[in-house]
């Protein structure tokens, strides 16, 4: 098999790492062509051009999410069985790829955690076949534990897992202020930890998932209600949020 990789960042050399194995011949493509080269001797692969219309038994999409639409119609023509995309949403590239790859197998998938905290648990939707079917043993192969959803039920849930979650930890990590050493308790010290692992990321990626998905308003709202609340109704909240 032969696969075209597009993105040849961190999550591109996510999806690689999964294929690579003797058979299988890589190549990946970049908007910077230094990536994909860097990209390209790790893995032994070869670096092509981002305008290259070369065709690949599979390709795989690993593109920012603002520009997966364009990736599909770009490259799906390029796939000579199966097409893939890794983007981080899941509505927007299911439709682009069943428009312009509808003869072709087809899956989307979502790592759920950071590349270098693998392996973990990956979503995915997809219309099965032989490469397909071999991606998902691969996946599991190497310790994942594939999690079915649709579109809509992914999309709906990355407001809860990735917007109003990050921001709940990015609207603590602002408001906070320095205190002296020997000051933490488990829940700040807790909360530390979890600024320190969102703010070691990208702010590009942060503000696609912002831009994409709904949450952050609600998390903003619910703060305003503790801190307006009385007593009895700061009560009431606890409760609710224990729930």
Request: proline content about 6%; some cysteine.
């Amino acid at each position: 098999m032969d696969a075209l990789i597009v993105g040849a960042g961190t999550m591109g050399r996510w999806f690689a790492g999964v294929i690579d194995e003797p058979g299988t011949t890589l190549a990946f493509a970049d908007l910077d062509p230094e990536v994909a080269r860097e990209t390209a001797e790790t893995f032994g692969g070869e670096a092509v051009a981002s305008d290259a219309d070369d065709r690949f038994d599979l390709i795989c999409l690993a593109v920012p999410i603002p520009a997966i639409e364009a990736a599909v119609e770009r490259y799906a023509p390029l796939a000579r069985s199966a097409i893939v995309d890794c983007s981080g949403v899941m509505s927007a590239p299911v439709d682009a790829m069943a428009e312009h790859a509808p003869d072709r197998e087809r899956a989307s998938l979502h790592p759920l955690f950071a590349p270098e905290n693998a392996p973990g648990n990956v979503a995915i939707v997809d219309e099965d076949g032989p490469l397909v079917t071999g991606l998902r043993e691969r996946l599991e192969e190497r310790g994942n534990t594939l999690v079915e959803t649709t579109p809509e039920e992914h999309d709906r849930a990355m407001e809860t897992i990735q917007t109003k979650a990050h921001a709940a930890v990015l609207a603590f990590a602002l408001a906070a202020e320095e205190v002296p050493e020997g000051f933490e308790t488990p829940v700040s010290a807790g909360l530390d930890d979890l600024v320190d692992r969102v703010t070691d990321g990208s702010p590009h990626v942060y503000a696609d998932i912002q831009a994409t998905f709904e949450g952050a308003e609600a998390v903003a709202d619910a703060a305003a209600r503790i801190a307006e609340a009385d007593r009895e109704a700061f009560e009431a909240l606890y409760r609710e949020a224990g729930r």
